[in-house]
């Protein structure tokens, strides 16, 4: 069993930055593929980023060169740096975990979920 908590929400202007991190429980966080999605008010929830246990990484296209994913595996935490946000990154953001060599851009491919953080991004 893996818990995941998230933190780093705020709110910020539109063009600023955020660093996302999501600390998770358990010795075997190196052998995790991560993922980051998010939800807005109304929306289904969407993929962001992932990453492989090896440090491979994907991206959705909306994100891609505004968005860092990355893992320090000592400290058991995902981060998502995210620069240049735009008010449709208004969102509430989830990080996942499954135990796996592979990684995966689908919510039902992932075994656990953190509880969110908000990120609110103004005009």
């Known amino acids: 069993q893996v818990q995941l908590v998230e933190s780093g929400g705020g709110l910020v202007q539109a063009g600023g930055s955020l660093r996302l991190s999501c600390a998770a429980s358990?010795?075997?966080?190196?052998?995790?593929?991560m993922g980051w999605f998010r939800q807005a008010p109304g929306k289904e929830r969407e993929f962001v980023a992932t990453?492989?246990?090896?440090?491979?990484?994907a991206y959705a296209d909306y994100v891609k060169g505004r968005f860092t994913i990355s893992r320090d595996n000592a400290k058991n935490t995902v981060y998502l740096q995210m620069n240049s946000l735009k008010p449709e990154d208004t969102a509430v953001y989830y990080c996942?975990?499954?135990?796996?060599?592979?990684?995966?851009?689908?919510?039902?491919?992932?075994?656990?979920w953190g509880q969110g953080t908000q990120v609110t991004v103004s005009s």
């Open positions: 996942a975990a499954k135990e796996s060599i592979l990684m995966s851009r689908t919510t039902e491919w992932y075994d656990y």
């Open positions: 358990g010795r075997t966080f190196s052998r995790y593929a």
């Open positions: 990453i492989d246990r090896s440090g491979n990484t």
